[in-house]
């Protein structure tokens, strides 16, 4: 039994972390645009030509897509500390499906970015922190917290799966 705890405490543990990374990734850029404009400045003593890069980036707390990546975070958190703290079972199943709504967030929040983007060179464009950390970690959380609450469902169910 000692052992099985220790891997609901991991997987508790990384469901929670993974979660809370995932809220704060919203503070991130989603995408980041650099828009080249040429500029020149004549200088008195050699007469050189200076360039500017204009940075634009759009923030998950700017987006619908990144408010909703951040409650789903929050609602992953709080089902572990759920079932945790008050052993109910229906709480464990919250995570997985929170973690399923941020990767479909994640990909939505991709094609709707590359749509916007087309009309920029892709050079001038790149796919920002925030929005690589939740197509990571979207499917990382649904993956950890649903091993854990198919173990909680069906007791034994990875060795039941083994003897087929």
């Known amino acids: 039994m000692g052992a099985e705890d220790d891997v609901f405490r ?3 543990r990384t469901t ?11 503070m991130f850029d989603w995408v980041r645009f650099a828009q080249n404009e040429r500029t020149l400045a004549e200088s008195k003593v050699d007469g050189l030509s200076v360039y500017t890069v204009t940075v634009y980036s759009i923030v998950g707390t700017n987006l619908v897509e990144g408010v ?6 929050m609602l992953a ?3 572990m ?3 945790r703290h008050m052993g109910l079972k229906w709480a464990v199943a919250v995570a997985p499906l929170c973690g399923l709504a941020i990767t479909v967030v994640a990909v939505y929040s991709t094609v709707i970015l590359s749509t ?3 009309d920029f060179e892709p050079d001038d464009v790149r796919i920002g922190f925030g929005l690589w950390f939740i197509l990571f970690a979207g499917p990382l959380i649904f993956a950890v917290s649903s091993m854990m609450a198919l173990e909680i469902f069906k007791p034994k169910f990875w060795s039941k799966l083994g003897r087929a």
Not at 68 to 73: D, P, R
């Open 10 to 12: 991991l997987m508790r």
């Open 16 to 26: 929670v972390c993974v979660s809370a990374l995932v809220m704060a990734s919203v």
């Open 68 to 73: 909703a990546v951040f409650f789903f975070g």
């Open 77 to 79: 958190i709080g089902g």
């Open 81 to 83: 500390v759920v079932f």
């Open 116 to 118: 916007l983007v087309n």
